[in-house]
């Protein structure tokens, strides 16, 4: 039947004209995009926006938490100072969640991994009804794509623990910790830098993980601890306030969330990194990065708050080269409390915000590109220590070859050796440790031999040498000197 139609369909619209046929339609779908859409910010605004968790806690124990679900209006400024000046500016949008807190904001945003691996198991009609009346997510928090890529099963504070213990930090002086990020909403999914405030037992501020996300699909996390900056010391510190309590509701019970303000002695605090990403294709990896923030949990925030972060790229010679600020422009939403009115006309109003924005960014370096009092820098390898892009479906087929041709060169190696292998970070595999067969007769350990692939692309790299030998060392000479 629908063989015999098309035809007919597509000889009828050549008839009346295929640009009168698109203009005709075009009005029809804008309209049918625009009502559902409507109807969508709606449901998520109006229907039931209460707090569901997605595990049981202690329904006789309050759950504290520091900050509280929000919606962050923002604006993003951008200036360099040489060798070329401009100067422009941005609207954005983030989200900022307490880490610790795993469920979903009625239907405006969902924290952690998705509904269905936490909802008790009821007849298969009772979920199909729930799959067809369940409004879909505005905002989505999805742990897999921080800190380290994949393993969304754990929560936002598993893998900050897993990653400050990686770094040789004691978690116990981060029990607190704040998250703000882009959210995913409808097909954006990229977040250009994320923010960690890390508080110490005392509730202040004392530490920021960095995560900067390039176009390349690098990643780097950069920790650094924070101090007060001298000049801005409040004479004792804010008694922390509580913003809000919420019963959440669990699978089976229910429990109290109190959502607490963090104790600032400072109206800011300060850091910096040593810059090893490639962000920018005028820039070079080099220098550093001098950061001054705001507490976006101050109780009582003063001019220029809550949101607040200034991030300046300071050249080898120690000259502020390039100055990135991100400070709000109104105060946050917060979806549990404010009325629907408002929320629908904040979702409306910002939610497109950050993809037009990013796409700002593009025209403002392809300007910078034409103008060419800059050089167009070809991207370098990878840092030892940040995460590559994503491997190719090639590298993750060719990956298991590399392993077992590295296994049979330990067996086959005719004196004691440990290689300790692990697969470039992308492909989110575990180490390995293999051992020679050959035993030692002295009591000192045998040699260690650390491999890591920094990037992907390795595994199709040695196919273009001779042999797998030949490969490998080649790539080992081609490695920058600094690492």
């Known amino acids: 039947m629908f063989t015999v139609s098309f035809p007919i369909l597509v000889d009828i619209l050549h008839q009346i004209g295929w640009i009168k046929t698109v203009k005709t339609l075009i009005p029809f779908f804008l309209l049918a995009v625009s009502s559902a859409l409507l109807v969508w910010v709606s449901m998520v605004a109006f229907v039931r926006r209460k707090l569901v968790l997605w595990s049981d806690g202690d329904p006789k124990v309050e759950k504290t938490l520091l900050g509280r679900p929000l919606l962050y209006p923002a604006r993003l400024t951008h200036a360099r100072f040489f060798p070329e000046k401009y100067h422009y500016w ?16 009625g239907t405006v945003m969902s924290i952690g991994s998705d509904q269905s691996q936490h909802t008790p198991v009821t007849s298969p009609f009772h979920s199909f009804v729930e ?105 004792k510190a804010k008694t922390c306030e509580v913003f809000s309590t919420v019963s959440g509701s669990g699978p089976h019970s229910d429990q109290l969330v109190r959502f ?15 810059k090893d990403i490639f962000a920018s294709p005028f820039e070079k990896v080099e220098g550093g990065f001098s ?56 979702l409306l109003s910002w939610s497109f915000v ?40 090639t590298e993750r087929v060719l990956e298991p070859f590399f392993r077992l041709y590295l296994s049979h060169l330990v067996k086959t190696c005719r004196f004691p050796l440990t290689v300790v292998y692990t697969p470039a970070k992308s492909l989110q595999l575990h180490p390995m440790t293999m051992d020679s067969p050959a035993k030692t007769f002295t009591s000192a350990p045998p040699s260690t031999l650390e491999i890591q692939p920094l990037s992907p692309q390795f595994y199709t790299n040695i196919l273009k040498y001779v042999d797998a030998k030949t490969g490998v060392f080649t790539e080992l000479e081609n490695f920058p000197p600094d690492l």
């Open 90 to 105: 941005i609207n954005y949008f983030l989200v900022g969640v307490p880490v610790g807190l795993g469920g979903r904001v």
């Open 131 to 235: 799959r067809i009346f369940r409004i879909p997510l505005w905002f989505r928090i999805d742990t897999s794509w921080y800190l380290h890529r994949g393993d969304g099963h754990l929560t936002l504070a598993a893998k900050l623990e897993q990653f400050l213990k990686e770094r040789g930090e004691n978690p116990t002086n981060y029990p607190y910790a704040y998250l703000i990020s882009i959210p995913q909403f409808l097909w954006w999914t990229k977040s250009p830098i994320s923010y960690w405030y890390l508080y110490s037992p005392l509730k202040e501020l004392s530490g920021i993980i960095m995560e900067i996300n390039n176009s390349y699909g690098e990643k780097k996390n950069a920790f650094c601890r924070l101090t007060k900056e001298d000049s801005s010391f409040y004479g």
């Open 260 to 274: 607490t303000s963090s104790a600032p002695t400072a109206k800011y605090y300060k850091g910096t990194w040593e």
């Open 291 to 346: 950061l001054r923030f705001m507490d976006p949990l101050d109780p009582a925030p003063e001019k220029g708050g809550p949101l607040h972060s200034n991030m300046t790229l300071m050249s080898t010679s120690g000259k502020p080269k390039i100055s990135s600020r991100l400070f709000s422009v109104a105060a946050p939403i917060d979806p549990l409390l404010v009325s629907s009115r408002e929320l629908a006309s904040f």
């Open 354 to 393: 950050v993809p037009v924005s990013i796409g700002r960014i593009v025209v403002e370096a392809l300007r910078i590109r034409f103008r060419g009092n800059m050089p167009y820098l070809n991207k370098p390898d990878v840092k030892k220590g940040n995460i590559p892009r994503d491997a190719s479906e």
